[in-house]
């Protein structure tokens, strides 16, 4: 079958441009395959990166078709039927929609959130350094070292399985809205990283990995729960569930006093615990406000309460919930069964 190949191609510092390559291809051949056929026979100064295309060294991280993924992984024909199943969800006139009998389109740009070097090669430098953040190694420093080998049961093992798929190959790094907007923010990669730490049986340091990770918005309360870690990671690894286990584990440590986020998380289930939705007065008060305790908090809440009463949406009574009996028995249920 023949395809059309659209490369968004970039040198450091300039604008980006589109180069076209059509290609005769099989169904079953990867995206890789395909790159290293126009590298080998029409185009040798495409530049991309590859390794093992076997999905285990995580070097060819790419967008394919808008979202993040292995070119070893993804083959040509899922990737014509998944355009075959956008096009048929689009209107008349959405930009998807294309003649029948046209040849299908793969679009390959580089990765996001990272720098490009040259056209499908990117500066990986932040994604390092991010990791290196949380400290990915096990520190046994304090513990009494065995004579051979630090043993760990099946069960402790296991635990480690989901995140220890990690190859580091970008992805979710590359889609994370919130490292989009927040450089500090040490990315999703990063995180699933230090929930395999604080879950490792032989570490010693989960106190002050808590601690670090529970700083700012750098770590685990920067993250907005978009989900896009989760959807294009192509290990399984969720990270945004390892990070829902890590806030857990804070949550079960540090009382609403200890910070803002911490106290953002516990007031708005109590609230909804309480009224079947949230109070919005009484919320920021509450987490901002830290009920009347932070007067500078107070204040910088003026401006926007302000606003909201000049143009009437400022709440200024509140109404519980019909079903508020039935989510708080929801949340009662969920929370016996986490403890
Ligand atoms: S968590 Fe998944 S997407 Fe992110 S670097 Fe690891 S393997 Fe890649
Ligand atoms: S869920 Fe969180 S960590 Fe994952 S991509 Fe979204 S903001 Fe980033
Ligand atoms: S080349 Fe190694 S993961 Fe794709």
Redesign the pocket.
């Known amino acids: 079958m023949q395809v059309l190949f659209k490369v968004i191609r970039q040198e450091q510092n300039s604008s980006p441009v589109v180069q076209t390559y059509t290609l005769d291809v099989d169904p079953g051949n990867t995206i890789l395959d395909c790159l290293n056929l126009i590298k080998w026979e029409q185009d040798g100064s495409l530049a991309f990166r590859k390794n093992c295309r076997n999905t285990i060294c ?1 070097s060819c ?1 790419m967008r394919i078709n808008g979202r ?1 993924a ?1 070119a070893c992984k993804e083959n040509i024909g899922s990737e014509v039927q998944r355009l075959q199943q956008i096009a048929a969800s689009a209107t008349p006139s959405d930009a998807f929609q294309r003649p029948l009998d046209a040849i299908p389109e793969i679009t390959i740009a580089p990765m996001g959130n990272m720098p490009v070097i040259k056209d499908l090669v990117v500066d990986m430098r932040s ?1 390092w350094d991010h990791l290196e953040v949380v400290e990915p190694y096990v520190s046994t420093d304090a513990s009494r070292v065995p004579e051979r080998e630090f043993l760990q049961t099946p069960e402790e093992r296991d635990r480690l399985n989901q ?1 220890g ?10 889609e994370c809205n919130a490292r989009e907007v927040n450089s500090d923010f040490v ?3 990063a995180l ?2 230090a929930y395999r730490m604080v879950a490792d049986s032989r570490d010693d340091e989960i106190e002050s990995r808590l601690e670090n990770y529970n700083e700012g918005t750098k770590g685990v309360w920067g993250c907005t729960r978009c989900f896009m ?1 989760n959807t ?8 945004m569930d390892q990070i829902g286990k890590i806030k857990q584990q804070i949550l079960d440590r540090k009382d609403d006093q200890a910070s803002r986020s911490i106290r953002h998380r516990k007031v708005l289930i109590d609230l909804v615990k309480e009224g079947g939705w949230i109070d919005e007065r009484r919320f920021g008060l509450q987490v901002v406000g830290n009920s009347f305790r932070d007067i500078k908090g107070m204040i910088s809440l003026g401006p926007l309460g302000l606003r909201m009463l000049v143009r009437g949406k400022f709440p200024l009574g509140f109404e519980p919930s019909a079903g508020a009996e039935v989510v708080r028995s929801l949340i009662e249920s969920v929370q016996s069964l986490e403890s």
Request: net charge neutral; proline share 10%.
């Open positions: 995580g991280g993040s292995l994604f995140t798929n990690c190859i580091l190959c970008g992805a979710c790094y590359s990315g999703p990669h699933a990283k870690c294009v990671c192509p290990m399984d690894v969720a990270p």
